[in-house]
């Protein structure tokens, strides 16, 4: 079945560093993968739209300076969260349609823990 | 607007009958998805059901009524591994995921 792989699981970071998560989609090629962000007790809450060779699509409300999305090729999306603060601090997942699958195709990666100190 | 109501949380015993309802308004449809999701863990898939009626699979079926703008997920012989948040999700006519915000199920010896 469709995997999507993200990386790290779990980091840790000083507050004004930046953060780099990335997204694969493992056997099948994805032309649109998607970010949410959830805090805890909430539900998934879409961030932006990745798309491959061009611009992403923010959500109202997200930032598209603080959180840069890069969809360079059919298997790969990055979130960069630049200048973390402890507020940005959340788990962040990433979702990918591989559009031969039924059911929509959407497949999660298993997410990344930011932690923001 | 778009909107997904489920219940904020629901407790079965173990061994019981669950059924988690989600009630749905959306800007066009093209399916309803229910996600499974343990605390710390990404969503995994459950089912999806674009036309009406019941999908079974093994202990976990799920309901549509497009007309009703209602689904359910009903969870048969509970165990404790159940214990996880359910996430109802329509998919809108731009094909974008519309997400209610889970139903936590507790499941108790």
């Known amino acids: 079945g469709a995997v999507v792989s993200q990386h790290p699981s779990r980091v840790i970071c000083k507050s004004g560093t930046s953060v780099k998560i990335e997204c694969r989609s493992l056997?099948?090629?994805?032309?649109?993968m998607f970010w949410y962000r959830q805090f805890p007790k909430q539900s998934l809450m879409l961030m932006a739209t990745?798309?491959?060779?061009?611009?992403?699509?923010?959500e109202q409300g997200v930032e598209k300076d603080k959180f840069l999305i890069n969809h360079a090729s059919l298997t790969l999306s990055t979130l960069t969260v630049t200048s973390a603060h402890p507020e940005d601090s959340s788990f962040y997942i990433c979702?990918?349609?591989?559009?031969?699958?039924?059911?929509?195709?959407?497949?999660f990666g298993s997410g990344t823990r930011l932690t923001v100190v | 607007g778009q909107n997904i109501d489920q219940p904020t949380e629901m407790t079965a015993t173990e061994g019981a009958i669950v059924q988690i309802n989600c009630t749905y308004q959306?800007?066009?449809?093209?399916?309803l998805f229910w996600y499974q999701q343990h605390a710390g863990e990404a969503p995994t898939f459950l089912s999806y059901n674009v036309l009406d009626g019941l999908e079974e699979k093994g202990r976990f079926s799920s309901f549509l009524s497009r007309s009703k703008g209602y689904s359910y997920l009903l969870l048969k012989e509970l165990q404790m591994k159940d214990s996880a948040s359910y996430l109802c999700a329509c998919m809108d006519s731009n094909y974008q995921l519309i997400w209610g915000a889970g139903t936590k199920l507790i499941i108790k010896p």
């Open positions: 979702s990918a349609r591989d559009l031969d699958r039924e059911a929509g195709g959407y497949t």
């Open positions: 056997d099948f090629q994805a032309t649109t």
């Open positions: 959306t800007s066009g449809f093209n399916g």
């Open positions: 990745s798309n491959e060779g061009s611009k992403a699509t923010y």
